[in-house]
């Protein structure tokens, strides 16, 4: 089976005033995230490992900051455009892991929620995607609070797998 793999990294800076998207979901509080489309740091750090994974460029080139087509954009939607791009190529996803760095929210009463959303934008089973929160230990700029970290990694499999 031809299985290939990606990773995506996002990033993102706190803005008073919630409610703070992530992974499709949005969470009470306090605080957004402050960026050029809604600034969901986890579908960003996916989308950018699904199209690693696939050789197809980054998410970056695929929606610029420069269009404003892409202000404020839905960031699930973004996530189908790129799925769309893998599976005009003859991938499909098999699993997602995510990972968020971040001092607050915390993300454990919210997994359920962002699981189901991003398996349901993918295409692909609750169980196969998986989302994890870590704080940075107070840290650098994670642990003073100045914005949010997410890895990703996704795997896929080509059309001869
Ligand atoms: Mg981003």
Known sequence: MSVRTGIGYD???????GPMRLGGVDI??????????DADAICHAVTDALLGAASLGDIGSMFP??????????????????LDRLRDRGFRVVH????????????????DAIRAR???????????????????????????????ACIAVATVAGRDG
Do not use: C, F, Q
């Open 118 to 148: 991003l398996a349901a934008a993918l295409g692909i089973a609750v169980d196969a995607v998986s989302v994890k929160g870590k704080t940075n230990e107070g840290m650098g700029w994670v642990g003073r609070g100045e914005g949010l």
């Open 11 to 17: 990033s993102h800076r706190y803005a008073p005033g």
């Open 65 to 82: 900051d420069t269009d404003v087509a892409n202000r404020g954009r839905d960031s699930i939607e973004m996530l189908g455009l790129a």
């Open 96 to 111: 997602i892991d995510a990972t968020v760095i971040a001092e607050r929210p915390k993300i454990g009463p919210h997994r």
């Open 28 to 37: 009470p509080g306090d605080l957004r995230l402050s960026g050029h489309s």
